[in-house]
């Protein structure tokens, strides 16, 4: 199993604080030979007929020293993870889980935008000293 995101307790409290259950810890994706470990798995009912909301979320940090190539690994898990998760788990929706200092960073920027318009990139932006989601981006 690969190593937690440095921020993985905080961004699970913020999930929990915002109403989710946390239903996997880690969410595994297995398509033929291969498996996958996206970090979460989290339920929340929506309405009595309408049942749950599923997801999962794969937290990234971009801590490294380039932000491109934490860029190209991001997009090239959550690409792969929504891909098998399609043929698998269709119901559940992925996540790319970053703080907001990353979104004022590197997805404000008109590269990190044309990547979120050209893939459909969904983003759920955590402030990391509060603890708190602060976006949905769909």
């Given amino acids: 199993m690969p190593q937690r995101d440095r921020y993985h307790d905080v961004f699970k409290a913020a999930l929990v604080a915002d109403g989710w259950t946390v239903t996997h810890d880690p969410y595994y994706v297995t398509l033929g030979e291969r498996r996958g470990f996206v970090d979460l798995g989290a ?9 749950d909301r599923r997801i999962a ?5 971009f801590t490294g020293p380039s932000p491109v190539a934490d860029l190209e690994a991001a997009l090239g898990q959550y690409l792969l993870y929504r891909s098998w998760m399609a043929r698998v788990d269709p119901d559940r929706t992925l996540y790319l889980a970053i703080d907001s200092v990353t979104e004022q960073d590197i997805f404000a920027d008109v ?7 050209d893939y459909g990139l969904r983003l759920v ?3 990391i000293p509060e603890g708190r ?6």
């Fill in 111 to 117: 590269a990190g935008q044309v990547l979120v318009n």
């Fill in 133 to 138: 989601i602060v976006a949905w981006r769909e």
């Fill in 57 to 61: 979320v794969e937290i990234k940090s």
């Fill in 43 to 51: 339920e929340r009912p929506i309405a009595a007929q309408l049942g």
């Fill in 125 to 127: 932006v955590v402030d």
